[in-house]
């Protein structure tokens, strides 16, 4: 990811960075991670290699968060997660709680979210 512009934080495996234009930052494969603005908006370029279905998740994200469909930092609520996860499970991890625990727990969430309506796509 290299960012264009504004400041952007990241967390990868544990250590908080902030990014400023110019600067690069490249997180391996299965690595946790999370990045995040603050007061201002920031512009990046991301390259996701292998993509898979990277994209689809992220346009995903965006539409949910364009619709108000998530809190103030952008995450959907619980059976949408879980429909997401389950959904997405080849392009996405969650660090905690342990994958099994969150195969059971998604897996019964899931459907409940799917009949009330969730979508993946």
């Given at each position: 990811m290299r960012i264009v512009a504004g400041r952007l934080?990241?967390?990868v495996a544990g250590e908080v960075r902030t990014l400023v234009p110019?600067?690069?930052l490249e997180i391996p494969a299965g690595t946790p991670h999370s990045v995040w603005t603050?007061?201002?908006p920031a512009t990046t370029i991301w390259r996701t290699m292998p993509a898979l279905r990277t994209r689809e998740f992220t346009r995903k994200l965006?539409?949910?968060?364009r619709e108000g469909r998530t809190?103030?930092?952008g995450v959907p609520g619980l059976l949408q997660v879980?429909?997401?996860a389950t959904a997405y499970r080849d392009?996405?991890?969650f660090p905690r709680p342990p994958a099994p625990v969150q195969r059971v727990v998604f897996?019964?969430?899931a459907p409940i979210g799917r009949l009330l309506g969730r979508r993946a796509t």
């Open positions: 934080f990241a967390r110019g600067e690069v603050e007061a201002e965006y539409d949910l968060a809190d103030a930092r879980a429909v997401l392009v996405i991890g897996g019964i969430l």
